[in-house]
């Protein structure tokens, strides 16, 4: 079963007849992003082709990512090519190996196919989507179709204006656009939005960097959200796609500090999405800093923008320390919550299902992991709370 909005898995058989191939959606590339976009977009539940226009994948080293869930995906197909038991390292991944446990994957799956050194004539759009002439009598039909390399020749194909790819933003504070993040840049504070990676005009086609895992992963998922509910891309959902992603553990946001493996990685992730707690930014990096105590100056504002009834108890308690005593009255004052039922529930939790290292004590001032978690958990402003295109709340 698929996670999020991919619950269902669409059987829709890949070949129609011998001279028409039809998928959900089609990759032009052979770089890592091509590689994440055809992944994750097979791993959402669609059917996905990856037309490599080479011998195969040109991707040295997929060992050095973070394990993602496009990577992830992968080491759990590269165990069972190589024969690798989950105990023993796995060895650096050449482009031969790469390309051998690919094939493997592809050669087995009923939604991720390659196709590597075939040329095509012509590709042109068919109602809201595509198809690309292999001869004048064989084709493939995809919903959506995601460039990853080679624009000069399709863009001749397509005779359409120059494309720029989806650029990332430098994550910045002054405003709010990085609510709508769909990738996290590694080693960098900056992020790809959603409406930077929807080309204006252009339904159903996506154009990325060639050599941009993660960039890769954020535009399956938004293909594969179009291709699975018959919808435009510009009828995308930004918090189904986000979801989605978080789901197969791509960090929306690029903090430097915070490992996917961390237990509570997905309750910071969320809330730093919506800038109740916000990162250092230092030397180009963005960082969380868990460990750090929360101030009821950094989180006054953010907590009124997501709830009206947080402005009565801010105002109520102004410049309280925001220890746990206190951050349990302001979830139960919001979210009309029991206060004794809570405290007994947080106590129970607190080291075995949270994994925090500290005590249970309700005059300790949380710090932001802490903070994270229990504003998460109780008020799940991230999965409630929806935003506009810009970032800004809707209330």
Same mark, same amino acid.
């Given at each position: 079963?698929?996670?999020?909005?991919?619950? !269902?898995?669409?059987?829709?058989? !890949?070949?129609?007849?011998?001279?028409? %191939?039809?998928?959900?959606?089609?990759?032009?590339?052979?770089?890592?992003?091509?590689?994440? @976009?055809?992944?994750?977009?097979?791993?959402?539940?669609?059917?996905?082709?990856?037309?490599?226009?080479? /011998?195969?994948?040109?991707?040295?080293?997929?060992? =050095?990512?973070?394990?993602?869930?496009?990577?992830?995906?992968?080491?759990? =197909?590269? =165990?069972?090519?190589?024969?690798?038991?989950? &105990?023993?390292?796995?060895?650096?991944? &050449?482009?031969?190996?790469?390309? @051998?446990?690919?094939?493997?994957?592809? #050669?087995?799956?009923? !939604?991720?196919?390659?196709?590597?050194?075939?040329?095509?004539?012509? %590709?042109?759009?068919?109602?809201?989507?595509?198809?690309?002439?292999?001869?004048?009598?064989? $084709?493939?039909?995809?919903?959506?179709?995601?460039?990853?390399?080679?624009?000069?020749?399709?863009?001749?194909?397509?005779?359409?204006?120059?494309?720029?790819?989806?650029?990332?933003? &430098?994550?910045?504070?002054?405003?709010?656009?990085? =609510?709508?993040?769909?990738?996290?840049?590694?080693?960098?504070?900056?992020?790809? &939005?959603?409406?930077?990676?929807? %080309?204006?005009?252009?339904?159903?086609?996506?154009?990325?960097?060639? /050599?941009?895992?993660?960039?890769?992963? @954020?535009?399956?998922?938004?293909?594969? *959200? @179009?291709?699975?509910?018959?919808?435009?891309?510009?009828?995308?959902?930004?918090?189904?796609?986000?979801?989605?992603?978080?789901?197969?553990?791509? $960090?929306?946001?690029?903090? #430097? #500090?915070?490992?996917?493996?961390?237990?509570?990685?997905?309750?910071?992730?969320?809330?730093?999405?919506?800038?109740?707690?916000?990162?250092?930014?230092?030397?180009?990096?963005?960082?969380?800093?868990?460990?750090?105590?929360?101030?009821?100056?950094?989180?006054?504002?953010?907590?009124?923008?997501? *709830?009206?009834?947080?402005?009565?108890?801010?105002?109520?308690?102004?410049?309280?320390?925001?220890?746990?005593?206190?951050?349990?009255?302001?979830?139960?004052?919001?979210?009309?919550?029991?206060?004794?039922?809570?405290?007994?529930?947080?106590?129970?939790?607190?080291?075995?299902?949270?994994?925090? #290292? $500290?005590? *249970?004590?309700?005059?300790?001032?949380?710090?932001?992991?802490?903070?994270?978690?229990?504003?998460?958990?109780?008020?799940?402003?991230?999965?409630?709370?929806?935003?506009?295109?810009?970032?800004?709340?809707?209330?």
């Amino acid at each position: 079963m698929k996670k999020l909005f991919f619950v !269902l898995v669409l059987l829709i058989p !890949l070949i129609i007849n011998a001279q028409t %191939i039809k998928t959900d959606v089609l990759v032009l590339g052979n770089k890592e992003a091509a590689f994440a @976009a055809g992944v994750q977009a097979s791993e959402s539940g669609v059917n996905c082709i990856v037309f490599t226009q080479s /011998d195969g994948f040109k991707i040295e080293n997929l060992n =050095r990512y973070k394990t993602n869930g496009v990577i992830k995906a992968f080491e759990k =197909r590269a =165990r069972k090519s190589l024969k690798i038991a989950d &105990s023993l390292a796995l060895p650096v991944m &050449s482009n031969q190996i790469t390309n @051998a446990v690919i094939k493997n994957w592809a #050669d087995s799956s009923k !939604l991720f196919d390659v196709m590597n050194n075939v040329p095509y004539q012509e %590709i042109k759009r068919t109602g809201n989507g595509w198809e690309i002439k292999l001869t004048t009598e064989k $084709s493939i039909k995809a919903r959506v179709l995601v460039i990853a390399d080679g624009l000069d020749k399709v863009m001749a194909a397509l005779k359409m204006t120059p494309l720029k790819p989806a650029e990332t933003k &430098s994550l910045n504070y002054n405003e709010t656009f990085y =609510r709508t993040t769909l990738a996290g840049t590694t080693g960098k504070a900056e992020f790809l &939005s959603l409406y930077d990676l929807l %080309i204006p005009n252009q339904e159903n086609l996506l154009y990325i960097p060639a /050599d941009h895992l993660e960039l890769g992963q @954020a535009a399956g998922a938004t293909a594969a *959200y @179009a291709a699975f509910y018959q919808k435009k891309t510009s009828e995308s959902v930004l918090k189904a796609i986000q979801g989605e992603l978080l789901s197969y553990k791509l $960090s929306l946001m690029p903090f #430097d #500090d915070v490992e996917i493996a961390d237990s509570n990685w997905l309750a910071m992730q969320k809330i730093g999405i919506t800038g109740m707690i916000k990162a250092e930014l230092k030397n180009g990096k963005a960082y969380f800093n868990p460990a750090q105590a929360v101030t009821y100056d950094e989180i006054k504002q953010p907590l009124k923008d997501y *709830y009206y009834k947080a402005q009565i108890w801010l105002d109520d308690h102004k410049n309280e320390l925001i220890n746990l005593e206190n951050v349990i009255s302001l979830v139960c004052y919001v979210g009309n919550k029991s206060v004794d039922a809570t405290k007994a529930e947080l106590e129970k939790k607190w080291n075995k299902s949270y994994k925090f #290292d $500290s005590k *249970y004590d309700l005059k300790k001032v949380l710090n932001r992991r802490e903070f994270s978690v229990i504003i998460n958990e109780y008020l799940k402003p991230f999965d409630t709370v929806n935003v506009d295109k810009m970032g800004r709340v809707i209330r």
